[in-house]
Protein backbone atom coordinates (compact mmCIF):
# COMPACT_ATOMS: atom_id res chain seq x y z
CA UNK A 1 0.00 0.00 0.00
CA UNK A 2 1.09 3.43 -0.44
CA UNK A 3 2.21 6.00 1.54
CA UNK A 4 0.19 9.42 2.10
CA UNK A 5 2.27 12.25 1.54
CA UNK A 6 1.64 15.00 4.66
CA UNK A 7 -0.22 17.19 2.87
CA UNK A 8 -2.64 14.64 1.41
CA UNK A 9 -2.48 13.49 5.75
CA UNK A 10 -3.57 17.22 6.58
CA UNK A 11 -6.17 17.73 3.85
CA UNK A 12 -8.04 14.80 5.35
CA UNK A 13 -7.79 15.38 8.68
CA UNK A 14 -9.21 19.12 8.25
CA UNK A 15 -12.56 19.43 9.88
CA UNK A 16 -15.18 21.66 8.45
CA UNK A 17 -16.59 22.62 11.81
CA UNK A 18 -15.13 25.63 13.12
CA UNK A 19 -13.18 25.31 16.30
CA UNK A 20 -14.71 27.57 19.45
CA UNK A 21 -11.32 29.77 18.93
CA UNK A 22 -11.90 29.90 15.13
CA UNK A 23 -15.73 31.31 16.45
CA UNK A 24 -14.26 33.63 18.84
CA UNK A 25 -11.73 35.09 16.41
CA UNK A 26 -14.33 35.45 13.74
CA UNK A 27 -16.48 37.64 16.45
CA UNK A 28 -13.84 39.63 17.74
CA UNK A 29 -13.14 40.87 14.05
CA UNK A 30 -17.36 41.56 13.68
CA UNK A 31 -16.86 43.48 17.02
CA UNK A 32 -14.36 45.76 15.68
CA UNK A 33 -16.86 46.17 12.24
CA UNK A 34 -19.93 46.63 14.54
CA UNK A 35 -18.26 48.93 16.59
CA UNK A 36 -16.96 51.27 13.61
CA UNK A 37 -20.12 51.14 12.10
CA UNK A 38 -22.13 52.29 15.48
CA UNK A 39 -19.26 54.89 15.81
CA UNK A 40 -19.71 55.94 12.78
CA UNK A 41 -23.30 56.16 11.95
CA UNK A 42 -23.67 57.83 15.41
CA UNK A 43 -21.63 60.65 14.42
CA UNK A 44 -23.39 61.31 11.12
CA UNK A 45 -26.59 61.18 12.60
CA UNK A 46 -25.48 63.62 15.24
CA UNK A 47 -24.49 66.27 12.49
CA UNK A 48 -27.50 65.45 10.88
CA UNK A 49 -29.37 66.76 14.13
CA UNK A 50 -30.14 62.82 15.49
CA UNK A 51 -29.80 62.86 18.70
CA UNK A 52 -28.72 59.37 20.70
CA UNK A 53 -31.04 57.58 22.97
CA UNK A 54 -28.87 55.93 25.02
CA UNK A 55 -28.85 58.09 28.14
CA UNK A 56 -25.43 56.83 29.42
CA UNK A 57 -23.81 57.40 25.47
CA UNK A 58 -25.50 60.64 25.72
CA UNK A 59 -24.23 61.73 28.43
CA UNK A 60 -20.74 61.06 27.47
CA UNK A 61 -21.32 62.89 24.37
CA UNK A 62 -23.07 65.71 25.87
CA UNK A 63 -19.63 66.16 27.96
CA UNK A 64 -16.94 65.45 25.83
CA UNK A 65 -18.26 64.77 22.71
CA UNK A 66 -16.86 61.91 20.34
CA UNK A 67 -14.05 61.14 22.51
CA UNK A 68 -16.64 60.11 25.15
CA UNK A 69 -18.31 58.21 23.13
CA UNK A 70 -14.97 56.39 22.31
CA UNK A 71 -13.91 56.55 25.88
CA UNK A 72 -17.24 54.55 26.68
CA UNK A 73 -16.81 51.93 23.88
CA UNK A 74 -12.88 51.51 24.86
CA UNK A 75 -14.37 50.80 27.97
CA UNK A 76 -16.75 48.45 27.01
CA UNK A 77 -14.29 46.07 25.52
CA UNK A 78 -11.55 46.74 27.48
CA UNK A 79 -14.31 44.81 30.53
CA UNK A 80 -14.98 42.08 27.78
CA UNK A 81 -11.81 41.27 27.64
CA UNK A 82 -11.06 41.15 31.36
CA UNK A 83 -13.66 39.30 31.39
CA UNK A 84 -12.64 36.83 28.41
CA UNK A 85 -10.45 35.11 31.24
CA UNK A 86 -12.87 34.16 33.28
CA UNK A 87 -15.02 32.58 30.86
CA UNK A 88 -14.16 28.32 29.59
CA UNK A 89 -12.46 28.61 26.48
CA UNK A 90 -15.28 26.65 24.76
CA UNK A 91 -17.59 29.17 25.59
CA UNK A 92 -15.77 32.21 25.30
CA UNK A 93 -17.33 33.57 22.15
CA UNK A 94 -20.31 34.44 24.03
CA UNK A 95 -18.04 37.71 25.28
CA UNK A 96 -17.65 38.88 21.98
CA UNK A 97 -20.60 37.98 21.05
CA UNK A 98 -22.10 39.76 23.90
CA UNK A 99 -20.48 43.36 22.25
CA UNK A 100 -20.96 42.67 18.44
CA UNK A 101 -25.08 42.00 18.90
CA UNK A 102 -25.65 44.73 20.60
CA UNK A 103 -23.70 47.36 18.44
CA UNK A 104 -24.65 45.23 15.33
CA UNK A 105 -28.67 46.48 16.36
CA UNK A 106 -27.65 50.13 16.72
CA UNK A 107 -25.97 50.54 13.71
CA UNK A 108 -28.81 48.71 12.04
CA UNK A 109 -31.07 51.19 13.92
CA UNK A 110 -28.51 53.99 13.15
CA UNK A 111 -28.87 53.06 9.60
CA UNK A 112 -31.88 53.05 9.28
CA UNK A 113 -32.86 56.23 11.29
CA UNK A 114 -30.09 58.42 8.70
CA UNK A 115 -32.34 56.45 5.68
CA UNK A 116 -35.21 58.94 7.56
CA UNK A 117 -33.17 61.95 7.24
CA UNK A 118 -31.22 61.98 4.40
Given at each position: M????SRTQHAL???PM???SDTER????LVAIVL???VVTTIVGLHLGLSESNP???SAIDGWGVVGMLALKAGAVAIAVACRGLVAPAYRSIVPAALAIPWGAATIVNLYMLSLVV
Open positions: ASMSDWSPTPVLWGIGDIAR
